[in-house]
């Protein structure tokens, strides 16, 4: 069993940053395979960014070059960097634990990107 706990959403302008962070308990963490998603009002949840046990990361393409997925083991935390923040970034963040078939969520955190 993992408990997830999200944390650095809020209001940004277009351009902006915004550093989201996930903190993992309850379960070795560096065993899992870690996953940010997002679900913006009246769109299907999607698959943001992702990095394995061992490190190895893939984005989706609206993302590519922006945002950057990392992970601290030693903290048992993963990080969404969010660089040059664009209105269709709005959305509530999920951070997601994988492996084999099991998944386990954060709350989700709230990113507006508005003017």
């Known amino acids: 069993q993992v408990q997830l706990v999200e944390s650095g959403g809020g209001l940004v302008q277009p351009g902006g940053s915004l550093r989201l962070s996930c903190t993992a308990s309850?379960?070795?963490?560096?065993?899992?395979?870690m996953n940010w998603y997002r679900q913006a009002p009246g769109k299907q949840s999607e698959l943001v960014a992702a990095?394995?046990?061992?490190?190895?990361?893939k984005y989706v393409d609206s993302v590519k070059g922006r945002f950057t997925i990392s992970r601290d083991n030693a903290k048992n935390t993963v990080y969404l960097q969010m660089n040059s923040l664009k209105p269709e970034d709005t959305a509530v963040y999920y951070c997601?634990?994988?492996?084999?078939?099991?998944?386990?969520w954060g709350q989700g955190t709230q990113v507006t990107v508005s003017s």
């Open positions: 309850g379960s070795p963490f560096n065993i899992y395979g």
């Open positions: 990095v394995s046990n061992v490190g190895s990361t």
């Open positions: 997601n634990a994988h492996i084999f078939n099991l998944d386990y």
